[in-house]
């Protein structure tokens, strides 16, 4: 059975960080092209990150560059996604997400492109 369950979600002041956790059963991460999106309240889900298969080649949304880094450890069959500066506009249930199987050095942030969900984990950044 194919699953995705996310962790490291919680409570954070705006500021702060958190790093969430993507651990896959079922299928070995190394062969899939690997997301991390996000919905907010009444808004439509986001792609924030991913990270490719072949050289870990990796791409972020404008409004996450500089502050999310989003990393695979094979090994552990898990992705993380380390998140930094958190802004109350991060608040989001943030979903882990796989594409394949497949052997590619490009990943684009388009949901559709990804068949395969974890459950969620809720990030809310607040005073």
């Known amino acids: 059975q194919l699953q995705l369950v996310e962790s490291g979600g919680g409570l954070v002041q705006p500021g702060g960080s958190l790093r969430l956790s993507c651990a896959a059963s079922?299928?070995?991460?190394?062969?899939?092209?690997i997301g991390w999106f996000r919905q907010a309240p009444g808004k439509e889900r986001e792609g924030v990150s991913c990270i490719t298969n072949l050289g870990g080649i990796t791409n972020y949304a404008d409004s996450v560059k500089g502050r999310f880094t989003i990393s695979r450890d094979n090994a552990k069959n898990t992705v993380y996604l380390q998140m930094n500066s958190l802004k109350p506009e991060d608040t989001a249930v943030y979903y882990c997400?796989?594409?394949?199987?497949?052997?590619?050095?490009?990943?684009?942030?388009?949901?559709?492109?990804?068949?395969?969900w974890g459950q969620g984990t809720q990030v809310t950044v607040s005073s």
């Open positions: 997400a796989a594409d394949g199987p497949t052997l590619s050095r490009r990943c684009v942030l388009s949901s559709g492109d990804f068949g395969s």
């Open positions: 079922g299928f070995t991460l190394g062969t899939y092209v």
